[in-house]
């Protein structure tokens, strides 16, 4: 009892701190996206009237920006394409993604940590960098043209910059220890037992494979899918420097309508959606690990 | 069936090669005396002698420090917290709402949290620079650190806590003369994380400052804009060498625990 009375005034600093710069932000969002473009593109101007003004405020409200949205085919394609590349993207992570755990929970116990902390290290050093270091790999006459022109395997540069092959590489290079690690943590608790008994009663090693150990990893492999899908979908850096100018995902697009076009509304409108896409998978997750956690 | 075999071999070989050779690439052409990047003349280390030479380079690598040094630090006083909170709370509604609240800023697009935040400093008429960035990369690393801080918690040996009790000691004193000081490591290795995760960041930054405060990755942004560059590769070299041992000293700290791995 006591102890989580503590547990509260603990809270209290975080949680204020988060509902200030989290959640507070979103409202603001929401409240830009709903209003008119005019009256909130001078990008400076305070927009805040007090509370006095919420019945002015909900009469104001204007659902111009989404209409233009929905309107415009422009959006609801980078919206589509946005969760084509990063679907992709998850899908081939988890085929790299998933051998390499599996790799990992097979080698010699001493080796395990060290192997983790090579397949982290990546996400720590800057994201940015390690997209730039595939600009100079894939563009016209760099390093993969060269090596491939030097073992004969193509004649003509493959021209991969600037196309959505690059964005895909680029994207699962960038999110794949996402996919690893939650994939490593739930195979290593995995019991070795099930599987040399179902190797005794004669199962073989793709059966063995198929009925236990993939189902056994589905929590890991839910929570990989999800750590790669649901940034990759809103991703501006990877499309912005991999992905030339036809390559149109919806982050890209929320950054060139806010920082370009200075359209305030519609890049909040753009968000907005974009957040809503995103909470219906993130909702089902959290039911499904809430579960979880209460069965324990 | 027993035992690391081949194909596993192979592929941890394909991963770590896919992971690593690009990186290996970008830092082999650092050194390289030809302007073109991808034609090797030499060795040479004039790139870096010229990073030196570049005023505006220095003045946002300088900023990017502060920015992380004071961000970390706010992200894990508030992580450790969020952590021992996590840790102490009875299993239930509020403590699963409580653990949604602190990971959400961690799978969030960054264009949404970068959006959100600079209009709310706007709202707030607030002036954009070092400060709000600061305060936006807080907002984004502190689940990072209760993430490590909680993992450390969470395989405490107890008794020592309630023997402290048993012999008097208030909540308070168990919790900084126990709780605490067991956690440290953890706590220091959050806080360097947090640090490399503010040194990294370029999309909630670019949204989060003004005018006079732009930050390293926003440099290096818009110089990789304008193409590959032998400087641009010797900044990131730079860089990675820098978070590269951060993130080796943070987790020989937490070797023991293994806690990083989850």
Same mark, same amino acid.
């Given at each position: 009892?006591?102890?989580?009375r !503590? #547990?509260?005034?603990?809270?209290l600093?975080?949680?204020? $701190?988060?509902a200030?710069?989290?959640?507070?932000?979103?409202l603001?969002?929401?409240?830009? @996206?709903?209003?008119?473009a005019?009256?909130? /593109?001078?990008p400076?101007?305070?927009? $805040?009237e007090?509370f006095?003004?919420?019945?002015a405020?909900?009469?104001?409200?204007?659902?111009?920006?989404? %209409?233009?949205?929905?309107?415009?085919g422009?959006?609801?394609?980078?919206?589509?394409?946005a969760t084509?590349i990063? %679907?992709? #993207?998850?899908?081939?992570?988890?085929? &790299?993604?998933f051998p390499?755990?599996?790799?990992?929970t097979?080698?010699?116990?001493?080796?395990q940590?060290?192997?983790?902390?090579?397949?982290?290290l990546p996400?720590?050093?800057?994201?940015?960098?390690?997209?730039?270091?595939?600009?100079?790999?894939l563009r016209?006459?760099g390093?993969?043209?060269?090596?491939?022109?030097?073992?004969?395997?193509?004649?003509?540069?493959?021209r991969?910059l600037?196309?959505e092959t690059?964005?895909l &590489?680029?994207?699962?290079?960038s999110?794949?220890p996402?996919?690893v690690?939650?994939?490593?943590?739930?195979?290593?608790?995995?019991?070795?037992?099930?599987?040399?008994?179902?190797?005794?009663?004669?199962a !073989?090693p793709?059966?063995?494979?198929?009925?236990?150990?993939?189902?056994?990893?589905?929590?890991?492999?839910?929570?990989?899918?999800?750590?790669?899908?649901?940034?990759?979908?809103?991703?501006?850096? &990877?499309?912005?420097?991999?992905?030339?100018?036809?390559?149109?995902?919806?982050?890209?697009?929320?950054w060139?309508?806010?920082?370009?076009?200075r359209?305030?509304?519609?890049a909040?409108?753009?968000?907005?959606s974009?957040?809503?896409?995103?909470?219906l998978p993130?909702?089902?997750?959290r039911g499904?690990l809430?579960?979880?956690?209460a #069965?324990r | 069936?027993k035992?690391? !075999?081949?194909?596993?071999?192979?592929?941890?070989?394909g991963?770590?090669?896919f992971?690593? /050779?690009?990186?290996?690439?970008?830092?082999l052409?650092?050194?390289?005396a @030809?302007?073109? /990047?991808?034609?090797w003349?030499?060795?040479?280390t004039? $790139?870096?002698a010229? =990073?030196?030479q570049?005023q505006?380079?220095?003045d946002?690598?300088?900023?990017?420090?502060?920015l992380?040094?004071a961000s970390?630090?706010?992200a894990?006083? =508030?992580?450790?917290?969020?952590?021992?909170?996590?840790?102490?709370?009875?299993?239930g509604?509020?403590?699963?709402?409580?653990?949604?609240?602190?990971a959400?800023?961690?799978?969030?697009?960054?264009?949404?949290?970068?959006?959100?935040l =600079?209009?709310?400093?706007?709202?707030?008429?607030?002036?954009?620079?070092?400060?709000? /960035?600061?305060?936006?990369?807080?907002?984004l690393?502190?689940c990072?650190v209760?993430?490590?801080?909680?993992?450390?918690?969470a395989t405490?040996?107890?008794?020592?806590e309630?023997?402290?009790q048993d012999?008097?000691?208030?909540?308070w004193?168990v919790t900084m003369?126990?709780?605490?000081?067991?956690?440290?490591?953890?706590?220091?290795?959050? $806080?360097l994380l947090?640090?490399?995760?503010?040194?990294?960041?370029l999309v909630?930054?670019s949204?989060?400052?003004?005018?006079?405060?732009t930050?390293?990755?926003?440099? &290096?942004?818009?110089?990789?804009?304008?193409?590959?560059?032998?400087?641009?590769?010797a900044?990131?070299?730079?860089?990675?060498?820098?978070?590269?041992?951060?993130?080796v000293? #943070?987790?020989?700290?937490?070797?023991?625990?293994?806690?990083?791995?989850?």
């Open positions: 009892m006591k102890g989580d !503590r #547990a509260r005034l603990a809270a600093a975080p949680l204020l $701190w988060l200030i710069f989290f959640v507070l932000p979103f603001m969002v929401l409240r830009i @996206s709903l209003s008119d005019a009256r909130a /593109v001078p400076y101007a305070p927009h $805040w007090g006095g003004q919420i019945g405020f909900f009469a104001g409200l204007d659902f111009e920006a989404f %209409g233009t949205l929905w309107g415009d422009l959006y609801l394609d980078a919206f589509l394409t084509r990063a %679907g992709t #993207a998850t899908l081939i992570a988890l085929l &790299i993604g390499l755990a599996y790799a990992i097979r080698a010699p116990k001493r080796w940590n060290l192997l983790v902390l090579l397949i982290i996400f720590w050093t800057s994201f940015l960098i390690r997209v730039y270091a595939w600009m100079a790999i016209p006459e390093v993969l043209d060269r090596v491939l022109m030097g073992i004969g395997l193509t004649s003509e540069p493959l991969l600037n196309t690059a964005v &590489i680029g994207m699962v290079y999110y794949l996402f996919m690690l939650p994939i490593y943590a739930v195979l290593e608790k995995m019991d070795r037992s099930l599987i040399e008994a179902a190797a005794d009663l004669g !073989r793709l059966t063995r494979f198929l009925t236990i150990t993939v189902p056994l990893a589905r929590p890991g492999i839910f929570a990989g899918c999800f750590l790669v899908f649901v940034p990759g979908i809103g991703e501006f850096v &990877i499309p912005d420097l991999l992905g030339g100018s036809e390559t149109l995902m919806i982050g890209r697009v929320l060139t309508e806010f920082f370009s076009n359209d305030w509304p519609l909040s409108a753009v968000a907005v974009l957040l809503a896409f995103i909470i993130m909702m089902i997750m499904v809430g579960r979880r956690e #069965a | 069936m035992g690391f !075999r081949l194909v596993h071999a192979l592929a941890l070989i991963g770590l090669l992971l690593y /050779v690009p990186i290996g690439i970008l830092i052409y650092s050194f390289n @030809s302007r073109l /990047v991808t034609v003349g030499g060795f040479s004039q $790139w870096y010229s =990073l030196l570049n505006a380079l220095k946002a690598a300088l900023l990017s420090l502060g992380a040094i970390a630090s706010i894990t006083v =508030l992580g450790t917290l969020a952590a021992l909170a996590l840790e102490r709370a009875r299993p509604r509020a403590k699963l709402l409580f653990g949604g609240l602190i959400a800023p961690m799978v969030m697009p960054e264009v949404i949290t970068g959006l959100s =600079l209009l709310l400093f706007v709202a707030l008429n607030v002036e954009r620079g070092f400060v709000t /960035v600061m305060l936006a990369h807080a907002t690393t502190l990072f209760t993430m490590i801080v909680q993992a450390r918690l405490l040996d107890r008794s020592l309630e023997a402290a012999l008097g000691a208030s909540p004193r003369t126990i709780t605490l000081p067991l956690a440290l490591p953890a706590i220091i290795a959050g $806080w947090a640090f490399t995760l503010s040194l990294d960041d909630i930054a949204f989060a400052t003004g005018p006079g405060a930050t390293l990755p926003m440099r &290096i942004y818009s110089a990789v804009r304008l193409g590959v560059s032998p400087e641009i590769n900044i990131s070299t730079l860089l990675i060498a820098g978070v590269a041992a951060l993130v000293t #943070a987790s020989l700290i937490l070797k023991r625990e293994k806690l990083i791995a989850g």
